[in-house]
């Protein structure tokens, strides 16, 4: 799981790169282990924290979302292309990390998902920017984010989560030919065009498997009728209005797995990123004041400490979500809109400012402050 420290020491390769910008063409990023490409941030320790009043919900989500920005501005920054290997596990944190930049590739260990409804949170690190722009449609998007369902590699590429698709045998086959092809003073317009070329002699023309998939073109127009609706009791009417069993399933997994007020804050946020002139910039500082309501407040106000009890610390995934499903109505539009008001003037770190390009680098975020642990986890 990702913690703070190791979004600490993505900062510092990132200060890496920065200092040697124009010369540097490729990041690659990838999970260790074998299994992930990252399974998402350590949650369940920012939970204890906040119920002992540490300072880490503030910390850490301040620094994984302005990691987030900078790799998202990478390319435009540097002129270095990241490269993500999605050859496993891909979710949470794992997501912020790896979908910015303009090479995601995925293989058939590839299992994607934003799960955080399960847990009472919601698709932060720029996911409500991303679900709402994927190529196969803003609906789609908040199918994935407000579900939390998990897609594999032929889905990926058709939702425009991933971009290429290369088989796991030839990954390293991948990294070998990123190193031979991004020397150092191949940047900009030239690593991208090497980049292209190196994925597509790793892939061989390979193409992923389609059985079993979630976004059918079937499966699409019922995502599209139903999560095109403006508040979520239109998508509940629209998934109870149709006949068949993917409406059916997906409904009750939101009514057995979902918390109601994050997908209620949830929609809410994804269509904020589609108003016109919103950027990466704004969507993680928006996101960042909804981190910090939803792990620091308990119920009704958030379902966070419930969600993780359930799923992460008593692991018994039975939920009590305050509001339920059945008081939806008092997921009111006040309590929505409170998620998304200026932070208070004592809180521990105030608001994440991310303006220009050079934000939270090693020239401008001073050093990292100590962390103030209370918990005995």
């Known amino acids: 799981a990702l913690n703070l420290n190791m979004i600490r020491l993505l900062h510092l390769a990132m200060d890496q790169i920065d200092r040697h910008s124009g010369t540097v063409g490729c990041l690659v990023m990838d999970g260790a282990g074998g299994k992930a490409f990252c399974a998402g941030g350590d949650v369940q320790i920012i939970r204890e924290e906040a119920l002992a009043g540490g300072s880490l919900p503030a910390d850490f ?32 944190g794992g997501v912020g990390l790896g979908t910015h930049g303009p090479f995601r590739v995925v293989t058939e260990k ?32 908040r199918f994935l984010g ?43 317009a030239a690593a991208r065009q090497a980049c292209q070329a190196a994925i597509e002699e790793a892939a061989a023309g ?17 995502i599209e009728r139903c999560f095109s609706g403006a508040t979520v009791e239109d998508i509940v009417a629209s998934l109870r209005q149709e006949p068949g069993d993917f409406a059916r399933e997906t409904l009750q997994k939101m009514f057995q797995s979902c918390s109601p007020t994050s997908c209620k804050v949830t929609l809410a946020a994804m269509r904020e990123t ?19 309501r939803f792990t620091t407040r308990p119920q009704p106000l958030s379902d966070f400490f419930e969600g993780i009890r359930a799923v992460l610390v008593d692991k018994d995934r039975k939920q009590k979500w305050n509001p339920s499903w059945d008081r939806l109505e008092e997921v009111t539009e006040e309590k929505v809109a409170a998620f998304f008001s200026p932070m208070e003037a004592n809180h521990l770190r105030g608001e994440l ?11 401008t975020r001073g050093p990292f402050p100590e962390v103030t642990i209370k918990s005995k986890l």
């Open 110 to 141: 590839t299992r994607f998902a934003m799960p955080e409804m399960a847990i009472g949170l919601f698709p932060d690190v720029g996911a409500t920017f991303l679900l709402s722009h994927l190529k196969a449609g803003a609906s789609v998007g």
């Open 61 to 92: 989500f301040m620094e994984e979302y302005a990691i987030v920005f900078r790799l998202a501005t990478l390319f435009a920054r540097t002129g270095c292309c990241q490269v993500s290997l999605f050859d496993g596990i891909t979710m949470g």
């Open 206 to 222: 390979a193409r992923p498997d389609a059985s079993g998939v979630v976004l059918s073109d079937e499966n699409l127009a019922v």
């Open 353 to 363: 400012i991310l303006d220009g390009e050079l934000a939270f680098s090693e020239s």
């Open 146 to 188: 407000m579900t939390g369902t998990t897609i594999t590699a032929w889905d990926c590429l058709r939702a425009g989560v991933g971009t290429h698709f290369v088989p796991s045998s030839s990954i390293e086959k991948l990294r070998e030919l990123l190193q031979s092809r991004c020397t150092a003073g191949v940047t900009g």
């Open 274 to 292: 589609l108003k016109p002139g919103v950027t990466i910039n704004s969507v993680l500082q928006t996101e960042y004041r909804l981190s910090q």
